[in-house]
């Protein structure tokens, strides 16, 4: 499809943003889905789109978490091998749903994201004891890359409130070990929507650009910093976003509540 150059250049910032954002805390699709469907991009091609472009960027974040010393590579296998099955299933189930319906159920999962990252405890940043094993973590992490390979807002934040929650960690390394697993239901849900053929491929590389360039900051931050400060503007713009996304007269939640 044919996009302006405003649109597409105000979609690379976007991904830009997104992946600073995605690296430090998880939910940079929170902004990436929702600013790609109001450019008029369908939404299967949008979520599609958005799995390129966050793959590469996780892809990268790993990368730097891995040359600090901060990913066990070891003890997140087994987890990481569920959650690219999960993923798997979940980017193929969503491509056979009818478009009208993700339209509506788009923002509405948006919404209750936004109200997630506002409600969320803080988390701490020590290890603590574990509450679950490798096998149950698995369990987790293959119900995460499910709705990851479906949907996708919010999948690094629920995989680093996992890792924090029942797996023990400080936030920093829940962080660190949520990139690996999160970039292999990237990868499984980026191979399903290529099979069926969903992606903007120039849009998509474009954005991934920027959202590496994000990565890199927001990877760089989280190990100086932590994952501190980001979700209230995270809550801001995805609400913004979707409020945009309600706005359009042809969505269908429009015409369910009129």
């Not at 996009?3 to 990436?32: H, N, Q, Y």
């Not at 979520?47 to 790993?62: H, I, M, P, R």
């Not at 993923?87 to 923002?107: I, N």
Request: hydrophobic residues 55%; charged residues 10%; proline residues 4%.
């Amino acid at each position: 499809m044919d996009l302006t150059i405003e649109a597409f250049s105000l979609l690379t910032l976007v991904a830009f943003m997104a992946g600073s954002i995605d690296a430090l805390a998880g939910g940079g699709g929170l902004l990436t889905i929702p600013a790609l469907m109001a450019a008029g991009i369908p939404p299967v091609a949008a979520l599609a789109t958005n799995k390129l472009q966050s793959t590469l960027g996780t892809g990268s974040a790993v990368l730097t978490f891995l040359r600090a010393g901060r990913i066990d590579l070891k003890a997140f296998a087994v987890p990481a091998a569920g959650a690219f099955i999960g993923s798997l299933l979940g980017a193929t189930a969503v491509q056979h749903v009818d478009s009208s319906f993700l339209s509506a159920f788009v923002p509405l999962l948006l919404i209750a994201m936004g109200f997630y990252f506002l409600l969320a405890p803080k988390m701490s940043e020590v290890d603590r004891h574990a509450r679950l094993g490798r096998w149950g973590l698995t369990l987790v992490c293959g119900g995460l890359g499910f709705y990851d390979g479906f949907f996708g807002p919010g999948t690094g934040s629920f995989l680093t409130t996992a890792l924090v929650a029942l797996g023990g960690l400080g936030l920093v390394r829940a962080i660190a070990n949520t990139k690996f697993i999160n970039l292999a239901t990237n990868i499984a849900g980026l191979a399903a929507m290529i099979a069926g053929g969903k992606v903007l491929w120039l849009l998509g590389l474009s954005m991934a650009v920027a959202n590496i360039a994000g990565n890199q900051v927001g990877a760089w931050l989280a190990i100086r910093f932590g994952g501190r400060g980001v979700r209230p503007l995270l809550v801001v713009m995805s609400f913004a976003l979707t409020i945009k996304l309600l706005a359009d007269p042809n969505n269908p939640l429009r015409g369910w509540f009129s």
